[in-house]
């Protein structure tokens, strides 16, 4: 009986170690997932080149004199919100970019060549607007992109929807019994690189998200005392862009 029971406890303590050890090699294909969002390199309207990748995104509202940089969410088409964005934005111009292997971007995308990839592309757009205010918005993962921008670099205003404290955290929400905070290298710690942040910030949060626990939105503002939080209580987080609030809320910030 208690070699039986010791057997037992051998096979899950393998089984546990061998889940463990899948999450950390595939946490990549876990964490983004680019195949929702292929686009023709045809229909894009902006380009820009790093070590041989080529990014590519939109521009809405072309010739206005300040900018908007949008970072979207994993699995986002953010082409999606041109037609939205040229009206609640008709004085800025706005830069879509597909991150690396999303879109019709070239790539892998992974963590690290994201954050430099967002850095270069708002270097790049400042360039387009010298001496003009440069915005930031973004948008679930897109959060944690455009924190690190704001850390890196001189942001106007910065607008998070649906953001995290860290996504480790938020993975170890979902995945209380997995040592998934030991294990994440995507880890995007929002919170840290905000922390000391005093521009103006705006956070819209869904009040029915099923993807960032409302405790990672709380921890995230405390760090922000200053930010502008906007709920919307019946939105989940991949709609809340359907309710009327979302578009009102970001127009005022942004104007």
Do not use: K
């Amino acid at each position: 009986m208690l070699r039986m029971l010791a057997t037992s406890v051998v096979v899950l303590a393998l089984a546990y170690v061998a889940l463990c050890a899948l999450l950390f090699f595939s946490q990549r294909q876990m964490v983004y997932l680019p195949q929702y969002t292929r686009a023709a390199p045809a229909g894009t309207g902006y380009a820009l080149e790093r070590d041989g990748i080529v990014l590519r995104g939109w521009i809405v509202n072309p010739g206005q004199p300040s900018a908007i940089v949008y970072f979207g969410g994993n699995g986002e088409a953010v082409e999606a919100n041109r037609d939205d964005f040229a009206r609640w934005f008709p004085q800025r111009t706005v830069y879509l970019l597909a991150y690396r292997g999303y879109g019709a971007s070239d790539g892998t995308p992974g963590a690290d060549a994201l954050l430099e990839d967002a850095l270069a592309f708002f270097d790049d757009v400042q360039a387009r607007h010298p001496g003009q205010p440069v915005s930031a918005i973004g948008r679930s993962l897109g959060s944690g992109v455009a924190s690190h921008v704001v850390s890196q670099r001189p942001v106007d205003r910065l607008a998070l929807v649906t953001p995290f404290d860290s996504l480790a955290n938020v993975a170890q929400a979902h995945y209380r019994w997995l040592p998934v905070r030991w294990l994440l290298r995507e880890r995007y710690p929002s919170a840290n690189w905000l922390r000391g942040h005093d521009g103006p910030v705006l956070v819209l949060r869904a009040g029915r998200d099923e993807v960032i626990p409302p405790a990672n939105t709380d921890a995230l503002l405390r760090v922000l005392p200053q930010a502008r939080v906007v709920a919307i209580e019946d939105a989940g987080h991949n709609d809340i862009q359907a309710f009327p609030a979302y578009g009102e809320a970001l127009s005022r910030f942004m104007h």
